[in-house]
């Protein structure tokens, strides 16, 4: 998805990496399991300092929370939807733009502070928020196809928004 941007993203294991870049992504997966290996490889106070726009899918939505780094002020649900087998598909709108949004093992935002623009919800839970420079979704948009939410990284990470 970035490559299609013209962005050339790298894959980020160890503090070092983050040097030089323009915006990150923390994607989805396990959420346990990224926090766990953040603390093996010293990641998570870099992370937690990093200066660019961030971008939280899924689990970095989770890891981005108040009980974790701390990058927005929100707490999340983990699972908030439900287990794998009630993974969906719905539409969503973010910023007046209509998104296909992918939902697996989704969390859901259970409270934010004031500070927090919540952008798109789901059955009246809050699934896409903003707050800074850091943008995190309960979903997975690459999935879709849909580049708008990474554009909105990249723009960012370029200086051109």
Request: proline content about 6%; some cysteine; overall charge negative.
């Amino acid at each position: 998805m970035l490559r299609r941007l013209g962005a050339d993203p790298v894959e980020v294991r160890k503090p070092e990496q983050l040097d030089g870049l323009d915006g990150l992504i923390v994607p989805g997966g396990e959420s346990t399991a990224i926090r766990r290996l953040m603390r093996v490889y010293e990641l998570e106070e870099p992370v937690a300092a990093f200066q660019g726009p961030l971008f939280g899918t899924c689990a970095g939505m989770i890891l981005f929370d108040r009980e974790h780094l701390g990058l927005l002020d929100v707490r999340v649900l983990r699972n908030g939807f439900g287990r794998q087998v009630a993974s969906f598909e719905a539409d969503v709108e973010i910023d007046g733009r209509p998104l296909r949004a992918v939902f697996i093992r989704a969390p859901w935002v259970e409270s934010h502070g004031p500070d927090v623009e919540v952008l798109a919800q789901v059955d009246g839970h809050t699934v896409a928020v903003r707050q800074g420079n850091v943008l995190a979704v309960a979903f997975h948009p690459e999935l879709s196809g849909d580049a708008a939410l990474h554009e909105w990284l990249v723009s960012r990470a370029n200086g051109t928004a």
